[in-house]
C-alpha cells in the first residue's frame, strides 16, 4: 500500500513540476491551448518578445507553417511563460524561469 502512495505521490509531483502546461493565468484570465494571438493578447497584452519563422511540414504537398513564439515576464515573483503558436493558434505553453 505504502508502494502505491509513494508511485501516486511522485506522479503528481512530476505534474507539477513538468516544463509543459495546458494552460496558465494571465491577470484573473486563463490562456489555454487552441486560443487565438488576438484572444491572448486581449488578455495579457503585448509579450516581451516575439521570434517568428516559418516552417515546413514533410507531408506531400509540402504544407508551410507559420510559427511565432511569444515570451511574457511577469515579474521577478512568477515564473515566464513561452508561448507557441501555430498558423495564429496557440499549440504549446512552456514555463521558463523566474522573470526579472
Known sequence: MKSISRGILAGLIILVF???AHAFRCG???????DRKHRVLNLC???EFIDA???????Y???????????????????????????GVLQR????????
Not at 484573473?28 to 487552441?34: A, H
Not at 510559427?67 to 515566464?80: D, Q
Open 61 to 87: 504537398p509540402f504544407q508551410i507553417i507559420y510559427v511565432e513564439v511569444w515570451t511574457y515576464n511577469f515579474g521577478k515573483n512568477r515564473f515566464m511563460q513561452e508561448l507557441v503558436f501555430e498558423n
Open 53 to 59: 519563422y516559418e516552417r515546413a511540414v514533410r507531408v
Open 93 to 100: 505553453i512552456n514555463t521558463l524561469d523566474y522573470g526579472y
Open 18 to 20: 513538468s516544463q509543459q
Open 45 to 47: 497584452g503585448e509579450p
Open 28 to 34: 484573473t484570465k486563463i490562456v489555454e491551448i487552441g
